[in-house]
């Protein structure tokens, strides 16, 4: 196959398109739900983060000139809330807060939601009984003693879970700095904010108060002014908004204080829903491209005219035949949709005609009975074209069906309420009935010739298949057409197209594999035997139903 051929094998026009979103439109809706649930299962699992900050202002005058305050050099670009901000995001001052506050104490499994907690119950008890195994492997087993193991420093555990939550940033273009805490508990992220600013104030007076006293004295009303605001901020409850004036005389100041936010940062439960819906249904549209890229079957009769060498017949739509309208074979008004095989049998007629072909060979890819319907159907249809006034008056019998399936004949058998005990093709092929015995006529026109009307009445070694040459031979000299409908296994299938002059090759739209049918195929032409064509059933309707038949 050229590049050429290979491009336009792997071409969609938009009638594709529209198919395969009739084919596989259901991937849509399934891989949404999958996402959605998987969003929701993702919220239970989530536990509500609430945000809480205080702002600090820090544009007051140093009381003293200190290297401490030393401004940066304008060209660095770096404001002294920069600077702050990295002190106030120490471990020092967050150890200092998780004691005060008492947060080394605290569960926080307590926050959790109930799926959330006994998993991480489940994942505990499974931690605790793989280190229990491992004892005793290396103490009864190996000889050795327990692997030491460090007991867990429950404050480091807090202030590096609190480093995290943290967030403490200078204001862009100002010399405002702002403290952000996260937490399970509203209240207690407002008391960490509100602690870490009072801390950080602390911290910064301090400095400022011990470098007034190693150059004016402990006993400067500026120190002592100092002295006085430390012991005021000192005295505060750790958690409780500092007011405005307790900072007093120095350069921070705080502004704005922490309080319980009423509402969860995180997770964004709109956002996460949102996202689930729009993932599955880009997730959907990948999947149901890729399913149809990797598909190995036919996608229509197109692909199946570029792949075969053979030529294209027809094709069938999906359901134009039902069950009771295909094995309507023995009324003289059969239901309408038979009738629109006419063209299809007419085409094969005048090719069986042309090539001389007395028995044709109905070879289905797939065993299926819309493929069993579609032989009866045809056979029907080339029943009723005939073959002329004289040729019936000198004895002709029409057409001949023989079903070598067991399943078919008892369809039939059931539809014109055909004995049980009725002489069959399979007596003929174990040679308990003459051959004029297994041909049972329908009408004038079409006659049938099946394994049995009982399902389940022969078993397939009990067939002397040699006696379908005998059987093919004396039925082509009396009817018009004698058709044979493929046989189950492939080793009968081969045998009775060897005795056919012809053969017609049945595949399903988006069923049938393309590797099966090439081999299908390779295998009948070692046969000697010519492809008459290719008919494609159950094509698929380019639009949905509704819309197909309102057009």
């Known amino acids: 196959m050229n590049l050429e051929e290979r491009m336009e094998t792997m071409s969609w026009d938009l009638r594709d398109v529209v198919k395969i979103f009739a084919k596989r439109l259901w991937v849509i809706p399934v891989v949404m739900a999958v996402c959605l649930a998987a969003g929701v299962l993702a919220l239970c699992f989530l536990t509500p983060l609430y945000e809480s900050s205080v702002k600090i202002l820090i544009a007051g005058t140093p009381k003293i000139d200190s290297p401490f305050y030393e401004r940066a050099p304008l060209s660095r670009d770096v404001s002294p809330a920069m600077t702050h901000a990295e002190i106030a995001a120490s471990q020092d001052f967050l150890r200092d ?81 702002r403290v952000s805490v996260l937490d399970f508990d509203p209240e207690t992220a407002a008391a960490i904010a509100n602690a870490l600013a009072q801390r950080f104030s602390i911290f910064v007076l301090r400095q400022e ?29 750790p958690g409780v ?81 039902r069950p009771r309208s295909a094995l309507a074979l023995g009324y003289d008004a059969p239901e309408p949709n038979l009738e629109a095989f006419m063209p299809l049998a007419t085409q094969i007629q ?38 002329g006034e004289d040729e019936a008056n000198n004895g002709s019998r029409g057409v001949l069906l023989v079903e070598p399936g067991r399943d078919a004949g008892f369809f039939l058998g059931k539809r014109f309420d055909i004995p049980e005990d009725k002489k069959t093709l399979g007596d003929f092929l174990t040679g308990d009935a003459a051959l004029y015995q297994s ?18 009445r022969r078993k397939p070694s009990e067939f002397k298949m040699s006696r379908y040459k005998d059987f093919l031979e004396s039925a082509s000299g009396s009817f018009d057409m004698v058709m044979v409908r493929g046989a189950y296994p492939m080793g009968h ?53 509704f819309l197909y038949n309102a057009v």
């Open 97 to 177: 807060v998780a004691r005060a506050l008492g947060l080394d104490k605290r569960q926080d499994e307590d926050f959790y939601s109930a799926p959330k907690r006994y998993v991480l119950r489940v994942f505990d008890q499974s931690l605790r009984v793989y280190e229990a195994a491992e004892d005793f492997t290396r103490q009864r087993l190996l000889g050795l003693s327990p692997k030491p193991r460090k007991p867990k420093d429950q404050l480091m555990k807090t202030v590096e879970t609190l480093a995290k939550r943290v967030h403490v940033e200078a204001v862009d273009r100002t010399d405002v700095m």
């Open 209 to 237: 108060a011990s470098e007034l006293s190693l150059k004016y004295g402990s006993q400067h009303p500026l120190s002592l002014q100092l002295e006085d605001d430390l012991n005021r901020i000192g005295s505060i409850k």
């Open 241 to 321: 908004p500092v007011k405005t004036g307790y900072t007093g005389s120095g350069h921070v100041k705080l502004f704005q204080h922490a309080y319980a936010p009423a509402s969860a940062k995180k997770p964004k439960k709109k956002a996460i829903l949102i996202g689930s819906l729009v993932g599955g249904l880009l997730g959907g549209l990948f999947l149901m491209f890729f399913l149809e890229h990797i598909d190995p079957t036919f996608r229509n009769a197109q692909e199946l005219r570029r792949s075969l060498s053979v030529p294209l017949l027809g094709a069938v739509p999906r359901r134009a035949l």
């Open 350 to 387: 005048s090719l069986c005609a042309n090539l001389g072909v007395k028995t044709l060979y109905y070879a289905p890819a797939e065993p299926t009975r819309s493929n069993i319907y579609l032989g009866q159907a045809l056979a029907w249809c080339l029943s009723r074209l005939g073959q």
């Open 439 to 456: 041909i049972v006529p329908v009408n004038d026109k079409l006659s049938v010739a099946t394994m049995g009307f009982q399902n389940g």
């Open 493 to 545: 299938a081969l045998y009775l197209n060897s005795l056919c002059d012809s053969t017609v090759v049945v595949v399903n739209e988006q069923r049938t594999r393309r590797k099966a049918l090439k081999s299908m195929l390779e295998s009948l032409s070692l046969n000697g035997r010519s492809v008459l064509g290719v008919i494609v059933n159950d094509q698929k309707r380019p639009l949905p139903g």
